[in-house]
């Protein structure tokens, strides 16, 4: 029986969970399948908690994740999908040739076109963070630090950095958090006014320097820290793949995480848009990376075999906001109805980010177990 072949590419949450899961589907259907995941880095990143101080220990060795199980590792760059070969090209790496393939490089920030940008710090990825993170810890504790985005990142990094920086938050619209609707509005607005975060809203950046940002109304604020947190994009390697997108350069999904149209091609995490129920598109966050991921290795490899298929369904949405000293808040549904902030909210979303999140490690039985439970709730052992 010859050995297929499944490659995932991207060493995010959904693309270590799809990986993961291919190897228990092939186990408990008997079938060869060598499972390779490409990622350009070599730990899983805990990219949901860049936000906070110390970045750089915000990762886990991926091999110490899916080692154990058998899934083999290329560190490289992918540079070409030609998915009517059915091969994945790298940058100075090998040809990986595919059977099923399923795409989870994740997203990235989207970079304004502005006098300046050059200037602006993220906290997008890793390396990115662990720079801002560095300068930070140069700057004197009483210069002003301005985060441009009032959007979710944008929140938790602000309200994180107030204890230690003056902080101006601007945001084009006319309030904060305007993406996450009114529920939350309340409570955000009490956190940002305990924390002593000046707001600059209905504005936009013209221009930045190494010593100031200038305001779409003439306002010129002396910094040297401009973090940008404004919107994200699917990982472009969606471009090569001849399927539907969203806004945000997604590729629209089946229930069973599949690229209509394209033959053995996936999609999960922040390269897909998968229909949560009532037509709700899922977000981009680990809450629905996690289950997108475990339902499309479990495909790939049971669409090989001709085992029964796994359709997408997540846990019922919910959010965590964090907001630094002043605590968080949670909510619950697609209109975000607040069911309770503060503390309690607080000390649930550390327990969310230190423990639900992170994958199993040295530990190949109850990776696989995990792989199996589609809700989060459930894989963490609520």
Same mark, same amino acid.
């Given at each position: 029986m010859?050995? %297929?072949?499944?490659? =995932?590419?991207g060493?995010?949450?959904?693309?270590?969970?799809?990986a993961a899961?291919?190897?228990?589907?092939?186990r408990?259907?008997?079938?060869q399948?060598r499972v390779t995941l490409?990622s350009?880095g070599?730990?899983?990143?805990i990219?949901?908690?860049l936000?906070?101080?110390?970045?750089a220990? /915000?990762?886990?060795?991926?091999d110490r994740?899916?080692g154990p =199980?058998g899934?083999?590792? =290329?560190a490289?760059?992918?540079?070409?999908?030609?998915?009517?070969?059915?091969?994945?090209?790298?940058?100075?790496g090998?040809?990986?040739?595919?059977d %099923?393939?399923?795409?989870a490089a994740?997203?990235q920030v989207?970079?304004?076109?502005?006098?300046g940008?050059?200037?602006?710090?993220?906290?997008d990825t890793?390396?990115? #963070?662990? #720079?801002?993170?560095?300068h930070?810890?140069?700057l004197?504790?009483g210069?002003?630090?301005?985060?441009v985005g009032?959007?979710f990142?944008g929140?938790?990094l602000a309200?994180?950095?107030?204890?230690?920086?003056?902080?101006?938050?601007?945001?084009?619209?006319?309030v904060?958090?305007?993406?996450?609707?009114?529920?939350p509005?309340?409570?955000?607005?009490? #956190?940002l006014d305990?924390?002593?975060i000046?707001?600059r809203?209905?504005?936009?950046?013209e221009? =930045?320097?190494?010593?100031?940002v200038?305001?779409s109304?003439?306002?010129?604020?002396?910094?040297?820290t401009?973090v940008?947190t404004?919107?994200?994009?699917?990982?472009?390697?969606?471009?090569q793949i001849p399927g539907?997108?969203?806004?945000l350069?997604?590729?629209?999904v089946?229930?069973?995480m599949?690229?209509?149209?394209?033959?053995?091609?996936?999609?999960?995490?922040d /390269?897909?848009?998968?229909?949560?129920g009532?037509?709700?598109?899922?977000?981009?966050?680990c809450?629905h990376?996690q289950?997108m991921?475990?339902?499309?290795?479990?495909?790939?490899?049971?669409?090989?075999a001709?085992?029964?298929?796994?359709?997408?369904?997540?846990?019922p949405?919910?959010?965590?906001?964090? &907001?630094?000293p002043?605590?968080?808040?949670a909510t619950?549904?697609?209109?975000?109805?607040?069911?309770h902030a503060?503390?309690?909210? %607080?000390?649930e979303?550390?327990v969310i980010?230190?423990k639900f999140?992170?994958?199993p490690?040295?530990?190949?039985e109850? &990776? &696989?177990?995990r792989?199996?439970?589609q809700?989060n709730r459930?894989?963490a052992g609520?």
């Amino acid at each position: 029986m010859r050995t %297929k072949n499944v490659v =995932v590419i991207g060493g995010g949450f959904a693309g270590v969970w799809s990986a993961a899961s291919a190897v228990r589907a092939a186990r408990a259907l008997g079938e060869q399948v060598r499972v390779t995941l490409v990622s350009v880095g070599d730990d899983l990143v805990i990219r949901p908690r860049l936000y906070e101080r110390d970045p750089a220990r /915000m990762r886990v060795p991926l091999d110490r994740i899916l080692g154990p =199980v058998g899934v083999e590792r =290329v560190a490289a760059t992918v540079r070409h999908i030609d998915w009517q070969r059915r091969e994945v090209e790298t940058e100075g790496g090998p040809t990986l040739p595919y059977d %099923k393939l399923v795409l989870a490089a994740g997203s990235q920030v989207v970079r304004p076109e502005l006098e300046g940008a050059e200037h602006l710090f993220d906290v997008d990825t890793l390396a990115a #963070a662990t #720079a801002l993170d560095d300068h930070l810890r140069e700057l004197p504790a009483g210069e002003k630090v301005v985060v441009v985005g009032a959007g979710f990142t944008g929140l938790e990094l602000a309200t994180e950095l107030a204890p230690r920086f003056p902080v101006v938050l601007v945001d084009r619209s006319e309030v904060v958090g305007a993406a996450l609707g009114e529920g939350p509005r309340g409570p955000i607005e009490q #956190a940002l006014d305990e924390l002593g975060i000046e707001r600059r809203l209905g504005v936009t950046v013209e221009t =930045v320097s190494p010593y100031e940002v200038r305001l779409s109304t003439g306002e010129a604020i002396p910094t040297r820290t401009v973090v940008w947190t404004v919107g994200t994009v699917a990982n472009p390697l969606t471009a090569q793949i001849p399927g539907a997108r969203d806004r945000l350069g997604r590729l629209l999904v089946d229930e069973f995480m599949r690229v209509p149209g394209v033959p053995d091609v996936y999609a999960a995490g922040d /390269m897909a848009a998968a229909d949560t129920g009532g037509g709700q598109l899922s977000m981009q966050s680990c809450q629905h990376a996690q289950p997108m991921g475990k339902c499309a290795g479990w495909n790939a490899v049971t669409d090989l075999a001709g085992g029964p298929a796994m359709s997408f369904a997540p846990d019922p949405y919910s959010n965590h906001l964090d &907001l630094g000293p002043a605590g968080a808040v949670a909510t619950v549904g697609w209109d975000r109805t607040v069911s309770h902030a503060g503390e309690r909210a %607080k000390a649930e979303k550390q327990v969310i980010n230190t423990k639900f999140i992170y994958p199993p490690v040295d530990a190949p039985e109850a &990776l &696989l177990l995990r792989a199996g439970r589609q809700s989060n709730r459930q894989s963490a052992g609520v």
